[in-house]
């Protein structure tokens, strides 16, 4: 019983392993990710930004997004 158990594990474990590497090598994976540096302090920030700044704040226009997964192209099967 303790030898299925650890083959069991094992095998979950490779599973896991394989799963993760493949979610992490999918062509365009990582062009979803952007990254920028901050070289402005906090302070400044905190001064920047008054009371009345905030109230005046509009919101920034966002993308629109009808559907998940539109970048995914699922091939048709017949009906049958």
């Known amino acids: 019983m303790s030898r299925f158990i650890r083959v069991s594990l094992l095998g979950t474990i ?15 994976a ?23 700044k905030m109230r005046q704040a509009q919101p920034a226009t966002m993308p629109k997004v009808d559907a998940l997964g539109q970048d995914k192209h699922h091939p048709k099967t017949p009906r049958s």
């Open 30 to 52: 990582a062009k979803k990710t952007a990254r920028h540096s901050i070289s402005t302090s906090p302070d400044t920030v905190r001064d920047y930004w008054t009371a009345d």
């Open 14 to 28: 490779l599973l896991g392993v394989l799963v993760a590497w493949r979610r992490l090598t999918k062509p365009g």
